[in-house]
């Protein structure tokens, strides 16, 4: 089974640096994801993490350590539009590649 | 390229009432999932399809509901009779389960169903 945790809320300032931490436990692990989620509208991909490691893209970058099972999404230069629910996924290969998702971490940006 | 395909984008129906929803796939992804997404539960897997055949419905919440995939570019989510406590959000996704992207979720704009 997977359990992934991930605070509820979070709030920060426009242009500010934000981190969204999410921590696992699987019984298999073949790859982490996070995805973004405005409200009312579908979850769109952001990044995929397989090995140990920061992936940076733009101004989202992720971190992924499978030792500690814990990873972080990080957001720089927030814009008013990053306000939104950020989903920690985990792909466990037990379940031919389907991925268990957490909660969501409900970003507000302020101006 | 067209993305997830989902109809209705929003249904409202009486208790008891048989809904269906409907997703047409990306073209040339293997998987496709139905997920639901409540305030409470999260988004839930209900059930997915690999080359068009069932794999897991281990998600699926009772008898009531059904899903159906006759082909690799449609499926649909039936329940019946519905009841209100099956209202929520309802996605479909598409995986192409080969390349590098081989189990990335690309979802559809969901259909958001009330039952009264």
């Not at chain 1, 969204?20 to 699987?26: G, K, P, S, V």
């Not at chain 2, 990306?26 to 068009?52: A, C, K, V």
């Not at chain 2, 969901?110 to 009264?116: A, E, I, K, N, P």
Request: with cysteine; aromatic share 12%; charged share 20%.
């Amino acid at each position: 089974g997977q359990n992934i945790d991930q605070p509820t809320e979070m709030t920060a300032t426009e242009g500010a640096i934000v981190q969204i931490n999410c921590t696992y436990q699987t019984s298999g692990f073949n790859g982490l994801f996070w995805y973004q989620q405005h409200a009312g509208e579908a979850p769109t991909f952001l990044s995929y993490n397989v090995l140990d490691g920061l992936e940076e893209k733009g101004r989202f970058s992720s971190f992924l350590s499978r030792s500690k099972g814990y990873s972080y999404l990080l957001l720089k230069e927030l814009q008013m539009k990053d306000s939104a629910s950020y989903l920690c996924a985990v792909s466990d290969y037990s379940g031919y590649s389907t991925l268990t998702f957490g909660k969501g971490t409900m970003l507000l940006v302020s101006p | 390229d067209a993305g997830v395909i989902q109809s209705p984008r929003h249904e409202v129906t009486e208790m008891g009432q048989e809904v269906t929803l409907r997703c047409k796939p990306i073209s040339g992804h293997d998987y496709l999932f139905w997920y639901r997404q409540t305030m409470m539960r999260g988004l839930e897997l209900l059930i997915y399809f690999n080359n068009n055949v069932p794999i897991d419905d281990s998600g699926m919440p009772e008898d009531r509901f059904s899903a159906k995939m006759p082909n690799a570019s449609f499926s649909t989510l039936k329940i019946q009779p519905s009841e209100p406590r099956d209202s929520a959000v309802y996605f479909c996704a598409s995986s192409p389960g080969t390349g590098t992207d081989t189990d990335t979720q690309y979802f559809g704009p969901g259909t958001r169903l009330t039952v009264l």
